[in-house]
C-alpha cells in the first residue's frame, strides 16, 4: 500500500505527464491501473486526479454536464486529501479545478469552447 508521503510511482509520472500533455483519456488509463489497487488517502488521490483527467476528455468533447460534475467531484476526492501528495500539488489542482468548473458554469454549454486555455488544470510537482 502506498502513502502520500511515498516518493512518486512510475505510474503516476506517466499520468502526470499525459495529464499535461492533454492526453486526459490516456491519463485515465494509467490512473486506473494505480487507483484500483490502493485504499485510504491514496486512493482518494488517484480516483481525484482520474476524474479531472476524465473531465478535461469530456469539456474537449463537448459534454458539459459530464465535464461540471467530474471537475466537482474529482475535486471533491482532492479535498479529502493532504495538501501535496506524492510529490504532487494536491491543493492547486483543486483550486484549478474549482476555477474552470466556475468558468464553465458561467459560460454554459453553448459557450464552453470559449473557456480560457489558461484555466484548464495542470499537475505540478512540488520539489523534494
Known sequence: MRHCDDSPPAELLRAYGEF???DWFE???TLEELWVGEEGEVRDFYQGVLQLAVALH??????FGGAVRLLQGGAGYLRRVA??????????LV???DRMREALTVLGPERMAEL???LIPR?????A
Open 27 to 29: 491519463c485515465h488509463e
Open 20 to 22: 499535461n500533455r492533454g
Open 95 to 97: 483550486a484549478a479545478a
Open 116 to 118: 480560457d486555455p489558461a
Open 123 to 127: 499537475m505540478r510537482i512540488i520539489p
Open 83 to 92: 495538501s501535496a501528495c506524492q510529490r504532487m500539488d494536491v491543493d492547486g
Open 58 to 63: 469530456h469539456w474537449r468533447e463537448g459534454n
